[in-house]
């Protein structure tokens, strides 16, 4: 690496980290760029920095979103009496793109996991439930994923949200256990939706 112009290797180090490149797709990239006119360069550079700078999570529902409240929680064509609960903001994506669901969501930001130190206080719990104060959501469906800790999580909130009178749905498994929404296809997703069940 040391032979490298400190910038390029800079480059080739920072690429390295993220998810599904390793060091030879790195330096495979940064040389790409390095042939590439300026203004591509440029263009990649401020997307990322807009990304840090102009996102933010929904004060609704913590998706994460460029305007507050999100677009989805601004919709007026939604169905606010239906609250889908999911683990992380990349999972709602794949249950739009159903066109199944006209609902709203409330994006946990994880999972319960005793083993990573993560109770329910460091998840949008709180703010799950007093989305549930004032009687007008009819029913929480429970999109955790069907892993271990997924169902933790739904099993914890099936209690809470019962307490304050809410019907509790959980969505059907077609999903195999362990496999995440994240990467499931339409058609599973909109089976598992139609099939959710009371809990
Ligand atoms: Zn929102």
Redesign the pocket.
Known sequence: MSSLAEPVAKLVRELSKLPGIGPKSAQRLTYYLLRSPDEEAKTLAEAILALKEKISL??????I?DCD??P???DKKRDYSIICVVEKPSDIMPLERTGKYNG??HVLHGTINPAEGRGPEELKIKELLSRLQNGAVKEVILATNPTVEGGATALYLTDLIKSLGVKVTRIAYGIPMGSEIEYSDGMTLSKALEGRREI
């Open positions: 929904c004060s609704i529902c913590f998706n979103t409240p999100c989805i929680c601004q709203v969501y």
